[in-house]
């Protein structure tokens, strides 16, 4: 069975920071690429951030690039994603994913995903 689960989400200030995670179990995750996603109300789900299996290869959304941090620790099999200069439009469910192959920003094509967690920040 392969599982992700995030936590870490909750309520903070604006200008505050929080940090997510995202534990994978059921199978290794070598050579697969991982991300972000988030959803705001009455919005569609939307790109956040994705890494490589390789922690070099990082991508970003316009909106968060500078502010936020996504990073891996494949020996634990465990995402994160550092969010610093916490915004209110920042709001949202944020999900967790994983594909084989390069990160991309589409979410159709990750294959796994996580069952979300609140994110919210008030001013």
């Known amino acids: 069975q392969v599982q992700l689960v995030e936590s870490g989400g909750g309520l903070v200030q604006a200008g505050g920071s929080l940090r997510l995670s995202c534990a994978a179990s059921?199978?290794?995750?070598?050579?697969?690429?991982m991300g972000w996603f988030r959803q705001r109300p009455g919005k569609e789900r939307e790109f956040v951030a994705a890494i490589s299996w390789s922690y070099g290869s990082t991508t970003y959304a316009d909106s968060v690039k500078g502010r936020f941090t996504i990073s891996r620790d494949n020996a634990k099999n465990t995402l994160y994603l550092q969010m610093n200069s916490l915004k209110s439009e920042d709001t949202a469910v944020y999900y967790c994913?994983?594909?084989?192959?390069?990160?991309?920003?589409?979410?159709?094509?990750?294959?796994?995903w996580g069952q979300g967690t609140q994110v919210t920040v008030s001013s």
């Open positions: 059921g199978r290794t995750f070598s050579g697969y690429a």
């Open positions: 994913a994983a594909r084989r192959g390069a990160p991309v920003t589409s979410n159709y094509v990750y294959d796994y």
